[in-house]
């Protein structure tokens, strides 16, 4: 199994310049933990997690101020569509992530979370394969 069998092709893109509460009513709107954060200024992309508005908003900070691109991780390892749904997994644990971004070059074309990863190894078992004891 690949990245692309599990990846939701949907995805939430914000800006920097967006508020952590603007951020918080799009990703709760479409019911999602993470939104990719894209900035025309880098070359890669960011990610704002429910982790990141959580700790924010226990830090005191106010939502209406705090702007996503001081919030969000920036040091990511993307993945790509090809790449197996373990060695997706195996980074997502490393890292301690959630969430992987997917990309072909440049774009985004993906994200993969951890709940996506369990489903293809529950669906793969249930139907009779072998990825999920292999993994």
Do not use: F, N, Y
Not at 15 to 28: C, D, F, N, Q, V
Not at 89 to 117: F, M, P, Q
């Amino acid at each position: 199994m690949q990245v692309r069998d599990g990846m939701s092709t949907d995805v939430v893109s914000i800006g920097p310049a967006h508020t952590l509460r603007e951020a918080a009513k799009i990703m709760s709107d479409r019911r999602v933990g993470s939104a990719v954060v894209l900035d025309g200024d880098t070359d890669h992309p960011g990610i704002l997690t429910e982790r990141d508005i959580l700790a924010s908003l226990a830090a005191g900070q106010d939502p209406d101020a705090e702007k996503v691109g001081d919030h969000l991780t920036e040091d990511i390892v993307v993945g790509a569509p090809d790449w197996s749904v373990h060695q997706a997994a195996e980074t997502l644990v490393r890292r301690s992530w959630r969430h992987l971004v997917v990309c072909e070059g440049d774009d985004v074309v993906g994200i993969l979370s951890v709940r996506d990863v369990v489903q293809l190894w529950v669906e793969d078992r249930l139907s009779g394969g072998v990825a999920a004891s292999s993994a």
